[in-house]
């Protein structure tokens, strides 16, 4: 019951934050980075795993803390680069309306979109490349946290990325309304051409 309470207290909240999802088309962008960049988080782990698989000697401390540190740098690296540019976008646009509107609209919804939803995108945009790499990283920590819990952590770690950039193919699918497997099998083909590079370049 008070569940159902909380909510009904938000629901002025949540219908304020929906309204400048939409007039700010901020949906569609968040989409697109969560795609994008959970994309490329991804790939950049299945890359590192690769280059730490081909080397006979390593230690799994020293993998997981080189994941880690590229997984925070991308999500830094995410957060920062989508906020000042749809920041500054944001703003051109709410310039712009207020151009052609000849009025001043930064108290209206319009100025809040502007001011509010560059925050939104850009931590999506961080978090999903974090977030995507955590979930690679999990065998790797399971293993480290107790031992012989997994026999081959990197080799599960790989795993779980293909699979993971299978799942993502058969999300940007969906969305381009395409045959949802063979686009998940498209995104498995990138994976596995980026595999066979390191290990070509591991022989050189």
Known sequence: MSMILW????????????????????????????????????LTMLGLLMGFYVNNDLVLKMVISACMGTAVALAVSGVSSAYISESAEKKQELKELEDAMVSDLQHSAHGQAARFMPFIVAVINGMAPLVFALIIMTPLGLAQWQPGLITYPIETAVAVAFILIFFL????????????????????????????????????
């Open 7 to 42: 909510i009904h207290q938000r629901r002025p909240m949540l219908n304020r934050f929906q309204l400048l999802f939409r007039i700010s088309r901020s949906h569609l962008i968040t989409r697109r980075y969560f795609v994008v960049n959970g994309f490329d988080g991804a």
């Open 169 to 204: 193919g058969v999300f940007i699918g969906n969305i381009s309304n395409s045959f949802w497997l063979w686009a998940g099998f498209r995104a498995l083909l990138i994976a596995l051409i980026t595999s066979s590079l390191i290990f070509a370049i591991s022989f050189v």
